[in-house]
């Protein structure tokens, strides 16, 4: 067989292997275009250049000038780049862990006002009246402070139910579960987040564990789906900013993108999720595991239509407990149909990918002193020097704002590598004049790390300029036009 025989065989044999793979990713309704791929690894510093992407796709070759994938034909998004990167998370055992079934379904026993099914209550009811849990750790709400979570060891029905619904603050779970194990309690019911499911897992795993404790102890973990916790003093600040409190909520939900806060009156206070991002936990933006991957049973509303819940089977014992709550007629399930579980699948990889796109590692907020330095001339960068700082795609202005003291700008380093004594100069411009100015520098700026300067504005003001320099030359260079961010602020509401 000849050289070129051979060459269209392994032709075909490429295409017919390419044409599967995109067909499969068709069906699966993926959108994983190259430019996903730029944004999330090349662009975030954690590309291993081994050149999975370029051989696997014919319009894109490697950059020998900026050692980068790129494009050299129209990307058609079939998504094929993406998931043959290593760095990617596209496998549905790296994404929600392994497990033997999901379920969507919901409690029977109308006594149980849940977040959604009621499954977990109904879990750990039947747990207590068939003898085979002593007592389960729930949360309650605390009574002095509405809503403050409580975390606690029960035994009795009527505690179990005052525990159902969600609360959206972190609680410490842990210490309720040490404490009765160190009072002689042998099965206990655990539900918690991902982090308080980790924590329970690393014990009975660790070779530094407590092992004295654990070694008679079995504990039956029910994860809870979570993708943030939320500081309670925090939320109780946002509340009073907005005419409310604890005491006026009857309920809270995370639905489509929006934290909604139900009100006894019938109201409600809606916010997107990110809007609260100031009153997040800061380890949320480490966080991975959406669906608490170490438990016996993860449960969840991401899935699932409203009143029901979405089950995710993990191991034997989780196994046999549902279905046996089930057959006792504690809860009614189905199987969870397959394009259901894309919507989980999506969501965990939002949570995924904070390994490699880290919003903020850091947040710093530099504030300008009130009196600044005055400069009789404004020099703004040259249009060779934009057009180079654009090509570097050094860093990135994520936001301007203001209000009637301040205007403020965050940004960001997303050069995918860390930046040393970068220049930051900042000035009120009128007439093409600087009236204001201020200066500071940034000594290391690591990359995804998210800066926020705030600079008090001068009277009369109409624009504003930034401009960031590191040892390279000029990495940012825009002017703020007051008028306009006002129209777009009003345009908002």
């Given amino acids: 067989m000849s050289n070129t025989e051979d060459t269209e065989k392994e032709t075909e044999s490429y295409l017919e292997s390419f044409k599967y793979a995109g067909k499969r990713l068709e069906a699966e309704e993926r959108k994983d275009s190259f430019g996903k791929l730029m944004r999330e690894i090349v662009d975030s510093g954690v590309c291993t250049k081994c050149s999975a992407c370029v051989a696997t796709c014919d319009v894109l070759i490697w950059d020998p000038i900026t050692d980068r994938p790129k494009l050299s034909g129209k990307c058609t998004g079939c998504g094929i780049c993406y998931n043959q990167c290593p760095r990617t998370i596209t496998t549905i055992p790296g994404l929600i862990g392994e497990y033997k079934a999901a379920f969507t379904a919901k409690a029977t026993n109308t006594e149980i006002k849940g977040q959604d099914g009621g499954v977990v209550t109904a879990l750990l009811l039947y747990g207590l009246d068939s003898k085979l849990f002593d007592g389960v750790i729930v949360t309650l709400k605390s009574k002095e402070e509405p809503w403050k979570p409580i975390p606690k060891y029960v035994t009795s029905k009527e505690e179990l139910l005052e525990s159902s619904g969600s609360i959206y603050c972190h609680s410490q779970t842990v210490i309720p579960l040490i404490d009765s194990l160190r009072k002689g309690a042998h099965s206990i019911g655990f539900v918690g987040t991902p982090c308080n499911i980790d924590s329970v897992d690393k014990m009975q795993k660790s070779p530094f564990g407590l092992l004295k404790l654990f070694m008679r102890a079995n504990i039956f973990k029910i994860g809870l789906f979570c993708m943030d916790s939320f500081s309670y003093e925090g939320l109780s600040g946002f509340l009073a900013d907005n005419n409310s409190s604890w005491n006026n909520v009857q309920k809270c939900s995370i639905s489509k993108g ?187 700026w690591y990359p995804f790390e998210e800066l926020e300067f705030e600079y008090p504005r001068t009277k009369d003001d109409t624009e504003y300029l930034i401009q960031l320099n590191d040892y390279k030359g000029l990495v940012l260079s825009r002017v703020a036009n007051i008028q306009k961010i006002l129209e777009k602020k009003q345009a908002k509401k």
């Fill in 258 to 444: 929006k934290f909604i806060f139900h009100l006894k009156n019938g109201e409600e206070i809606v916010r997107k999720v990110h809007a609260l991002n100031r009153y997040k936990s800061s380890s949320c933006y480490y966080c991975t595991d959406l669906t608490s991957e170490h438990s016996d049973i993860s449960v969840g509303s991401v899935g699932s239509a409203d009143g029901y819940s979405t089950v995710l089977i993990r191991t034997g014992l989780g196994w046999e407990l549902f279905q046996d709550a089930i057959d006792n007629g504690y809860i009614e399930a189905k199987p969870l149909e397959r394009g259901k579980l894309r919507f989980v699948l999506n969501l965990a990889k939002m949570k995924k990918q904070s390994l490699y796109t880290i919003k903020s590692r850091r947040k710093f907020v530099y504030q300008a002193p009130q009196e600044v330095v005055e400069r009789p001339k404004y020099e703004p960068a040259t249009k060779d020097d934009i057009i180079k700082a654009a090509a570097r795609k050094m860093v990135k202005l994520v936001k301007t704002d203001l209000d009637n003291k301040f205007i403020r700008f965050i940004v960001t380093n997303s050069s995918g590598e860390t930046l040393d004594n970068v220049k930051v100069h900042i000035a009120s411009v009128q007439d093409f004049f600087e009236v204001a100015s201020w200066e500071t520098n940034i000594k290391v």
